[in-house]
């Protein structure tokens, strides 16, 4: 328990199909839940077709705390933090492969996964941050096409000495921008090649930890340096159907608490002017601000964003994603408004206090479930009381909504897909005491 070998999957294989007569229970409650959504006008059979065609996200740093692949012990640094000491963190790609395999063998869908520049693996030799080329990722682009996902990325502006003071793509020394400016120009090549060899856009996110910890005097220059070092970064057209690029913008940081150089603002006038995604990540705003409530403004505008799906506890935490108010207000705009077709999803939490594989797990199924309740919402019904102006109603039938057998629903589509109901997925997950 121990060592590292009690996480690998059962030969990497899906889980045992359901026996006969378990499946025709699910398919009986199956059955009789699409009956009562009928009812109500809901096509439920619908609904998991919708379901079917969502992607989501995997970020790898999950499965090592953020650790990446560049040497043991960098300080993970830009105020990002993991707690917890949970044994099995994955070591190498190999590890990190197999247990994404092995969360994917639990996820019912068909995926996608996030790295990180840091995961570069160019074969023992080292190679800095702006020199990276796809040299580095071919084992990557190699593993996703045999297992056919797509793959996402980030530049990794942290975990670096030059990146030690907490300061990159607005620093006041013109050489240390210059190093950043390259790793991102660098990563651009290495998203377009990753959309490029697997047949899907790689969308790849820019965040930045610059920001100040004690309030500034300057707070304008560091933010029209950051506009011309992205400015630099972008310039190079690459093909929008290899490659989004997305900017990601913060409240507050660890050692960033009286100013971010990337705000939300900054951020939106920039992916607003420059046309990029802009990222939204759910730890990032006020606690009471809604995520959800900004997807309708933005899309008015901006072409495209994308979302890191994340659970923040009193800060920007980082705790695995569970089935919250927060996460279902989320998805039902998705699907009141919409917006799926223009909205990436991305998750963006690191939890080292429990298994790394179940993290992942727990937290794409939430977001899923999130997503079938939303579409099993008697949509048609809600928006006909409330255009008539009959709020009570609306709040009534909101409520009776969410008593809905979207369990039965839920059970049979993960069944249908080979992966256990319930929590059966926990089996092959062995706990750590
Ligand atoms: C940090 C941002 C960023 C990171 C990842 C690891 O606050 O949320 O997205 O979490 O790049
Ligand atoms: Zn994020």
Redesign the pocket.
């Known amino acids: 328990l121990r060592s590292r070998a009690f996480l690998s999957a059962p030969n990497g294989s899906p889980m045992a199909e359901p026996s006969a007569d378990t499946f025709a229970t699910l398919e009986k409650r199956y059955r009789l839940a699409c009956e009562q959504y009928a009812e109500l006008g809901v096509d439920a059979p619908r609904a998991v077709e919708r379901l079917g065609a969502v992607a989501v996200s995997l970020?790898c740093?999950q499965g090592d705390d953020?650790r990446g692949f560049e040497g043991a012990g960098a300080e993970i640094g830009?105020?990002?933090a993991v707690t917890g000491a949970y044994p099995g963190r994955a070591r190498n790609a190999d590890e990190l492969q197999s247990d994404l395999e092995m969360a994917c063998s639990l996820i019912p869908g068909r995926h996608r996964v996030n790295l990180?520049a840091s995961y570069a693996d160019h074969g023992g030799r080292r190679v800095d941050r702006d020199a990276l080329s796809v040299d580095g990722f071919t084992g990557w682009i190699d593993w996703a096409r045999a297992r056919r996902l797509g793959l996402d990325f980030?530049p990794?502006f942290?975990a670096h000495p030059l990146a030690a003071d907490g300061w990159t793509l607005s620093h006041a020394d013109p050489a240390v921008r210059r190093f950043w400016i390259d790793h991102g120009r660098a990563c651009r090549r290495i998203g377009a090649a990753f959309g490029a060899a697997l047949g899907s856009p790689c969308v790849t996110?820019v965040?930045i930890?610059d920001g100040m910890k004690d309030v500034p005097i300057d707070r304008k220059g560091p933010r029209g340096r950051l506009c011309e070092s992205l400015d630099a970064m972008f310039a190079e057209p690459l093909d929008g159907n290899h490659l989004r690029d997305a900017v990601?913008g913060?409240l507050f940081?660890i050692g960033s608490e009286s100013y971010v150089v990337g705000s939300q603002d900054f951020y939106l006038g920039y992916a607003l002017s420059r046309r990029t995604l802009l990222?939204l990540?759910m730890?990032?705003y006020h606690p009471t601000e809604s995520v959800a409530d900004k997807i309708s403004a933005l899309l008015g505008f901006l072409d495209g964003v994308l979302l890191?799906v994340?659970r923040g506890i009193r800060w920007?935490s980082?705790h695995v994603v569970t089935l919250t108010d927060e996460l279902e207000a989320l998805a039902q705009e998705l699907v009141r408004g919409d917006a799926l077709g223009r909205v990436h999803l991305g998750l963006?939490?690191?939890d080292a206090s429990v298994n790394r594989v179940a993290a992942w797990v727990v937290g794409t199924r939430a977001l899923l479930k999130a997503l079938l309740l939303a579409f099993l919402e008697p949509l048609e019904l809600l928006r006909e009381v409330e255009a008539g102006g009959d709020y009570t109603a609306r709040l009534a039938w909101g409520e009776e909504a969410k008593a809905l057998p979207h369990g039965a629903i839920w059970d049979h589509w993960c069944a249908r897909h080979g992966v256990p109901t319930g929590t059966g997925w926990l089996e092959p997950v062995p706990v750590a005491t």
Do not use: A
Request: hydrophobic residues 20%; proline residues 4%; negative net charge.
């Open positions: 970020q740093w953020v830009g105020g990002l990180h980030n990794t942290f996110n965040w930890p990601e913060k940081g990222c990540d730890g990032h890191h994340s920007d980082d963006d939490y690191f």
